[in-house]
Each structure stands twice: as structure tokens, then as C-alpha cells.
Nanobody, 124 residues
């Protein structure tokens, strides 16, 4: 069982930035593909970013490409999401997730461990 705890959310103005963190309990954290998803009120959960086990490969949802960057520090059992140029449409609860599959995975059903989420609100 992998426990994931997100932090770093908050209220920010349009154009601002935030850095989300996700800490994992599992010492084999490095074996997991990690991802960020988000869910806005009344909408389905949406893929934001994924980073492979090695950290060498990343993928992003179209709406965040060029603005968000995922990274990981296996020594700290952590994954991060740097968010720049935030827009009101980025407002959502952001979730960290882990998948045992190898490589980049953007399919929500392939992620078996989830954090509780952290709220990001971007004011206009």
C-alpha cells in the first residue's frame, strides 16, 4: 500500500505560480510511474502530467503544456508539479497518483494509489 500526501495548494492570482509536492510512504517509490490529475467542480478528473520511473520521460495534458513541469526526487520519495502562468481554468483539486506500469501512463484507470488532493484556486 502506497500512501500519497499532496501539499502546496492555495489561492493565487492569474499569472502566478505554485509548486505542488507529493510525498510517498513507500520505499520502493522509484518503481512507480507518478502522475498528477485534477478535478474541477462538475467536471471529470483530468490528466495533467506524468513522469516515468527514471524521471527521464514526462508527458503533459494539452491545456498545461509549456506552463507546468513535473519532476521527482526518488531520494525523498517525492514528486513535484511546478505550475507557472496560472489561469482561472486551472482551478481544481489536484491529485497525485502512482502506477506500477513501466513508462509514461496517462490513463486514469492505470493508477492504483491516490492522494487526498490539494485545492488550487486561481483568481481572475
Amino acid at each position: 500500500q502506497v500512501r500519497l500526501v499532496e501539499s502546496g495548494g492555495g489561492l493565487v492570482q492569474t499569472g502566478g505560480s505554485l509548486r505542488l509536492s507529493c510525498a510517498a510512504s513507500e520505499r520502493t517509490f522509484s518503481r512507480y510511474t507518478m502522475a498528477w490529475f485534477r478535478q474541477a467542480p462538475g467536471k471529470e478528473r483530468e490528466f495533467v502530467a506524468a513522469i516515468s520511473q527514471s524521471g527521464g520521460n514526462t508527458d503533459y495534458g494539452d491545456s498545461v503544456k509549456g506552463r507546468f513541469t513535473a519532476s521527482r526526487d526518488d531520494a525523498r520519495n517525492s514528486v513535484y508539479l511546478q505550475m507557472l502562468s496560472l489561469k482561472p481554468e486551472d482551478t481544481a483539486v489536484y491529485y497525485c497518483a502512482a502506477s506500477p506500469l513501466i513508462g509514461i501512463v496517462a490513463i486514469i484507470n492505470e493508477y492504483v494509489y491516490w492522494g487526498q488532493g490539494t485545492q488550487v484556486t486561481v483568481s481572475s
